[in-house]
């Protein structure tokens, strides 16, 4: 009661009042929201869980099988014309999971970081439990100044293959989403000749994905 037995004015109370409820309601606003996305997280932990423990994804494996020279000339303008075909092995381990390779591949040889020859991997679907063997023909014609030019020409061909694949997984029936691979081999080939099978020490692919 105020003074003189009257009561407080009731408009204090009733703003007072308001705002106690606004507060409320966006605090349980607040925990709603939470609570959503919590589940929401639940349910697409759940639900890849799922997917990991019925397809049991693993990654393909790639291997370098051997080097065929069509042409392989050296030039009086420090150039090299180059033919190469590579013969890759790709092997698809999965029971539930098959591959795409689309368009879009790049394969380069490279010595010092210099461009000897370029190409593209064939387009191809490879199914569950595949083994894919493939050929990939690199053709061209590089420059390089006479130092590296003479060093070419002396040393043991060390270079490097690096390997760019655009692949999309099929999971079941569903086509997921489209990612680059890209492979790195490096090799040293002893007796570069045309016609004449070189003997070619490799290294494992290296791999790096992309999305």
């Known amino acids: 009661m105020g003074e003189y037995g009257r009561p407080p004015p009731y408009g204090g109370e009733y703003y007072y009042a308001e705002r106690r409820r606004g507060g409320n309601f966006c605090v349980r606003c607040i925990c709603c929201c939470y609570c959503v996305l919590f589940l ?18 693993k990654m393909p494996t790639y291997d370098f099988q051997s080097l065929d020279v069509k042409d392989f000339r050296y030039q009086p303008d420090f150039s090299v014309n180059a033919d190469l075909i590579i013969t890759m092995k790709t092997d ?15 394969v380069n040889v490279t010595y010092s970081d210099s461009n000897i020859c ?35 020409q002396e ?5 490097k293959i690096p390997l760019k694949v655009p692949v999309q997984i099929i999971l079941g029936d569903i086509k997921l989403k489209q990612f680059n691979v890209f492979a790195n081999v490096t090799l040293t080939v002893h007796d570069l000749k045309p016609g004449k099978k070189p003997e070619v020490e490799h290294s494992q692919p290296t791999f790096d994905v992309k999305f």
């Open 40 to 57: 929401l997280i639940i349910i697409l932990a759940s639900i890849a869980f799922y997917f990991y423990m019925y397809y049991k994804p």
């Open 118 to 152: 370029t190409g593209k991997l064939p387009s191809f679907y490879q199914g569950q439990k595949n083994t894919t063997i493939f050929q990939i023909e690199l053709k061209g014609k590089s420059t390089f100044g006479s130092g590296l030019y003479e060093a070419f």
């Open 155 to 159: 040393n043991e061909k060390n270079g």
């Open 92 to 106: 698809n381990p999965n029971t539930a999971i098959g591959f795409i390779y689309g368009e879009g591949s790049s």
